[in-house]
């Protein structure tokens, strides 16, 4: 059986062991356990990012690769996670196994992230994977070797070597976008820490990061290494170095430039510390650097000799990232040590962030949600937030650990869509432990959401509908600098035609367009996101009778359900009718709310106040602009005052909606003359002075 069909006998292994769920590989455990984590026998272990990775036997005696979220005190643990099956299959592929002092252990490799390194034998040969999540892994192109044994990973960056090739293979996990970073070079010492690979240079002690992402070298420094370094390990800002199993060992600090001589032997590095296993006198013991000398080493735990020579990643492993130590007992109980050794300030190793537009409908053939990563050098706590053009907050998403792995849909946090238009996020991280904090932001354009008012194109800006006399409907549209910048028209509408620019009847998130036809038919056009509508566009009447109103005006959501409305005025009466859009393509009965029989002008304008809910603008014979403010129940409130001794000379005013980019909705007038005004809205429920933009209007029979 290939490895690549590896995945789906992982899948029917686990059921037919009774493993349970798969993301468990066991019975439901509770959400937490008590720290030390009894276990019937550990055979791997390694700790990365608060997460805890150890092979273990399930209850029904198979094998697992386990993950546990630590507390970040140490002293409880949650819910395991499969990260495969570490046991033989029927066909004799497995995992790699080395001799341990439990019999054979599988050499983990944690990333930090929750992702776990290790290899995979099939058919006698060895196929490095990363395993991402409880049942897939990342393996792709990675070649068929013996002898393989991770160096390193960090995040989404891994180092292997192969005794068989002699070629050490360096990679990234690419979860979203494809990465090419790939090398396949000579073995040497290597470390990753993020997008850099550390590396020795040429001559003694000198050591090169080389930018993965970029692909150079970027900076080299100089250790004090009497050698050519021959094992690295990187965290943050120190770079540890040996020369060899038994030679000289030192920690250079990259922040202050200086060589920190340390203990030789094997060790594993933390944030400011290091670990060795003193066989001799059975203990862990740490050295602590972090203030730029070594300590002398201090016991933190009890670990017997055993009969392996090197037990790193076997019965005790170190956390690199900001972390604590883990150790098997002789009970086989896992135990954390704390570090006792302040830590880094939070700060991000790397990150992955996504196009600066969101397509929610997938038009473009881009993703339907916005993607991001970021890894940080250790545990924190953080929030992402999503706000519109006026600060009012779309989404909030709160996670914690090293890895931010972010995917916005955009929907709001009441799970509906959010409006169409330019979005600024921010992301804000702290520390779950020690000090720091992490922020960083952007701005994103969101398309395919709700569309905003008058706006029957694709993004957030409103569109102006003309009607000329030769019986075509023109959408004008914006680019968002306050005015119109081209257009896109469909002939055949016959004069006395009425539109209605509208928003969504439905659920497609597309703006429909409501035409009263001459004979008083009201027709229902389905939203085309973008282009024109001709008479015999796909369409759906929704009664007879309506030449009775002499306005007809879409003022945005009256009714507080996110859904456009339509307002009427009886020219009979005077009296204003709410028209509820059903949100399955037809108009509730009418509901009459006002009687408004003197204005000149009754104008849909959106939300004007910032409140969320649709506003009314009327003008009366006095030449007073007055505004209305809706309030979410199908009313509005009493009327306030925008302007005096304005509008004698416009004989059209549309509340367009946001034209100037700012996401608040704008008003444009014609006057006799055919100049065209806009009026920038604050978004306070009032708008700036007019400002010419455009002239030779007058020809046009409607603008709506």
Same mark, same amino acid.
């Given at each position: 059986?290939?490895?690549?069909?590896?995945?789906?006998?992982?899948?029917?292994?686990?059921?037919?062991?009774?493993?349970?769920?798969?993301?468990?590989?066991?019975?439901?455990?509770?959400?937490?356990?008590?720290?030390?984590?009894?276990?019937?026998?550990?055979?791997?272990?390694?700790?990365?990012?608060?997460?805890?990775?150890?092979?273990?036997?399930?209850?029904?005696?198979?094998?697992?690769?386990?993950?546990?979220?630590?507390?970040?005190?140490?002293?409880?643990?949650?819910?395991?996670?499969?990260?495969?099956?570490?046991?033989?299959?029927?066909?004799?592929?497995?995992?790699?196994?080395?001799?341990?002092?439990?019999?054979?252990?599988?050499?983990?490799?944690?990333?930090?992230?929750?992702?776990?390194?290790?290899?995979?034998?099939?058919?006698?040969?060895?196929?490095?994977?990363?395993?991402?999540?409880?049942?897939?892994?990342?393996?792709?192109?990675?070649?068929?070797?013996?002898?393989?044994?991770?160096?390193?990973?960090?995040?989404?960056?891994?180092?292997?070597?192969?005794?068989?090739?002699?070629?050490?293979? #360096?990679?990234?996990?690419?979860?979203?976008?494809?990465?090419?970073?790939?090398?396949?070079?000579?073995?040497?010492?290597?470390?990753?820490?993020?997008?850099?690979?550390?590396?020795?240079?040429?001559?003694?002690?000198?050591?090169?990061?080389?930018?993965?992402?970029?692909?150079?070298?970027?900076?080299?420094?100089?250790?004090?290494?009497?050698?050519?370094?021959?094992?690295?390990?990187?965290?943050?800002?120190?770079?540890?170095?040996?020369?060899?199993?038994?030679?000289?060992?030192?920690?250079?600090?990259?922040?202050?430039?200086?060589?920190?001589?340390?203990?030789?032997?094997?060790?594993?590095?933390?944030?400011?510390?290091?670990?060795?296993?003193?066989?001799?006198?059975?203990?862990?013991?740490?050295?602590?650097?972090?203030?730029?000398?070594?300590?002398?080493?201090?016991?933190?735990?009890?670990?017997?000799?055993?009969?392996?020579?090197?037990?790193?990643?076997?019965?005790?492993?170190?956390?690199?990232?900001?972390?604590?130590?883990?150790?098997?007992?002789?009970?086989?109980?896992?135990?954390? #040590?704390?570090?006792?050794?302040?830590?880094?300030?939070?700060?991000?190793?790397?990150?992955?962030?996504?196009?600066?537009?969101?397509?929610?409908?997938?038009?473009?053939?881009?993703?339907?949600?916005?993607?991001?990563?970021?890894?940080?050098?250790?545990?924190?706590?953080?929030?992402?937030?999503?706000?519109?053009?006026?600060?009012?907050?779309?989404?909030?998403?709160?996670?914690?650990?090293?890895?931010?792995?972010?995917?916005?849909?955009?929907?709001?946090?009441?799970?509906?869509?959010?409006?169409?238009?330019?979005?600024?996020?921010?992301?804000?991280?702290?520390?779950?432990?020690?000090?720091?904090?992490?922020?960083?932001?952007?701005?994103?354009?969101?398309?395919?959401?709700?569309?905003?008012?008058?706006?029957?194109?694709?993004?957030?800006?409103?569109?102006?509908?003309?009607?000329?006399?030769?019986?075509?409907?023109?959408?004008?549209?914006?680019?968002?600098?306050?005015?119109?910048?081209?257009?896109?028209?469909?002939?055949?509408?016959?004069?006395?035609?009425?539109?209605?620019?509208?928003?969504?009847?439905?659920?497609?998130?597309?703006?429909?367009?409501?035409?009263?036809?001459?004979?008083?038919?009201?027709?229902?056009?389905?939203?085309?996101?973008?282009?024109?509508?001709?008479?015999?566009?796909?369409?759906?009447?929704?009664?007879?009778?309506?030449?009775?109103?002499?306005?007809?005006?879409?003022?945005?959501?009256?009714?507080?359900?996110?859904?456009?409305?339509?307002?009427?005025?009886?020219?009979?009466?005077?009296?204003?009718?709410?028209?509820?859009?059903?949100?399955?393509?037809?108009?509730?009965?009418?509901?009459?709310?006002?009687?408004?029989?003197?204005?000149?002008?009754?104008?849909?304008?959106?939300?004007?106040?910032?409140?969320?809910?649709?506003?009314?603008?009327?003008?009366?014979?006095?030449?007073?602009?007055?505004?209305?403010?809706?309030?979410?129940?199908?009313?509005?409130?009493?009327?306030?005052?925008?302007?005096?001794?304005?509008?004698?000379?416009?004989?059209?005013?549309?509340?367009?909606?946001?034209?100037?980019?700012?996401?608040?909705?704008?008003?444009?007038?014609?006057?006799?003359?055919?100049?065209?005004?806009?009026?920038?809205?604050?978004?306070?429920?009032?708008?700036?002075?007019?400002?010419?933009?455009?002239?030779?209007?007058?020809?046009?029979?409607?603008?709506?």
């Amino acid at each position: 059986m290939t490895r690549h069909a590896r995945i789906a006998l992982t899948l029917v292994s686990l059921a037919a062991l009774g493993a349970g769920s798969l993301t468990t590989a066991g019975p439901a455990a509770a959400d937490t356990a008590p720290m030390p984590l009894q276990t019937s026998g550990v055979y791997g272990l390694d700790y990365a990012g608060g997460v805890l990775t150890a092979v273990e036997t399930a209850p029904s005696g198979a094998q697992f690769v386990r993950n546990r979220s630590v507390a970040p005190d140490g002293t409880t643990v949650g819910e395991a996670t499969s990260r495969g099956y570490a046991d033989t299959f029927a066909d004799g592929d497995h995992v790699q196994r080395v001799a341990c002092d439990a019999g054979s252990c599988v050499p983990l490799r944690g990333a930090g992230n929750g992702n776990v390194g290790y290899f995979f034998v099939d058919d006698d040969k060895e196929y490095a994977q990363v395993w991402v999540g409880p049942n897939n892994y990342h393996s792709a192109d990675e070649p068929a070797v013996t002898g393989g044994r991770f160096v390193d990973v960090t995040g989404r960056y891994f180092v292997y070597d192969a005794d068989s090739t002699g070629k050490q293979y #360096v990679d990234s996990v690419q979860e979203y976008r494809s990465q090419d970073v790939r090398l396949t070079r000579s073995i040497t010492a290597a470390s990753v820490w993020g997008s850099l690979l550390w590396k020795p240079g040429t001559g003694n002690g000198v050591v090169s990061a080389y930018d993965l992402e970029a692909k150079k070298t970027v900076t080299t420094v100089s250790t004090g290494a009497p050698c050519t370094v021959k094992e690295l390990q990187t965290v943050g800002r120190w770079l540890y170095w040996n020369c060899g199993p038994t030679g000289a060992a030192g920690v250079y600090d990259r922040t202050a430039k200086k060589n920190v001589t340390v203990p030789s032997g094997p060790a594993l590095v933390g944030d400011g510390y290091l670990v060795q296993h003193d066989r001799t006198a059975g203990k862990l013991m740490l050295t602590d650097f972090h203030s730029g000398t070594a300590a002398a080493a201090r016991e933190i735990a009890d670990l017997p000799a055993g009969n392996t020579a090197d037990q790193r990643r076997l019965t005790w492993t170190v956390d690199k990232f900001g972390g604590d130590i883990a150790y098997v007992g002789t009970d086989n109980a896992i135990q954390v #040590v704390q570090s006792g050794v302040p830590t880094q300030s939070l700060a991000k190793i790397e990150s992955d962030l996504d196009d600066d537009t969101l397509d929610a409908k997938g038009r473009t053939g881009a993703g339907t949600t916005w993607n991001s990563y970021w890894q940080l050098n250790k545990p924190a706590d953080w929030t992402f937030t999503v706000k519109d053009a006026q600060g009012r907050t779309d989404r909030t998403i709160t996670g914690s650990g090293t890895a931010i792995d972010l995917s916005w849909d955009g929907k709001t946090d009441s799970g509906t869509y959010a409006y169409n238009g330019p979005k600024t996020w921010t992301l804000t991280a702290t520390a779950a432990e020690g000090s720091g904090t992490y922020t960083t932001s952007g701005a994103l354009s969101l398309d395919g959401g709700r569309q905003g008012h008058h706006d029957q194109g694709y993004y957030s800006y409103g569109e102006l509908v003309t009607l000329n006399s030769a019986g075509g409907l023109t959408l004008q549209y914006t680019k968002g600098k306050g005015a119109f910048d081209f257009k896109q028209s469909a002939s055949g509408w016959p004069s006395g035609t009425v539109a209605v620019p509208f928003g969504d009847m439905g659920s497609d998130r597309c703006a429909e367009m409501l035409i009263r036809m001459p004979n008083g038919e009201l027709r229902r056009y389905a939203g085309k996101c973008g282009t024109p509508y001709a008479p015999s566009s796909s369409h759906t009447s929704l009664g007879t009778g309506w030449n009775a109103y002499n306005v007809l005006t879409a003022p945005g959501d009256l009714t507080g359900d996110g859904r456009t409305d339509l307002l009427a005025r009886k020219a009979s009466t005077g009296d204003i009718y709410l028209f509820a859009n059903d949100g399955a393509g037809k108009l509730k009965a009418g509901v009459k709310i006002r009687t408004w029989s003197t204005y000149k002008k009754i104008v849909g304008a959106g939300d004007l106040n910032g409140d969320g809910f649709g506003d009314v603008l009327a003008l009366d014979k006095a030449g007073t602009l007055w505004r209305y403010d809706g309030t979410g129940t199908g009313q509005v409130k009493e009327r306030v005052k925008v302007f005096s001794d304005w509008g004698a000379s416009y004989n059209a005013i549309v509340g367009v909606g946001d034209i100037t980019g700012d996401g608040r909705n704008d008003l444009v007038a014609r006057d006799t003359a055919g100049n065209l005004y806009r009026n920038t809205g604050t978004g306070k429920g009032s708008f700036a002075a007019r400002v010419k933009i455009e002239t030779g209007w007058k020809g046009y029979k409607g603008l709506f």
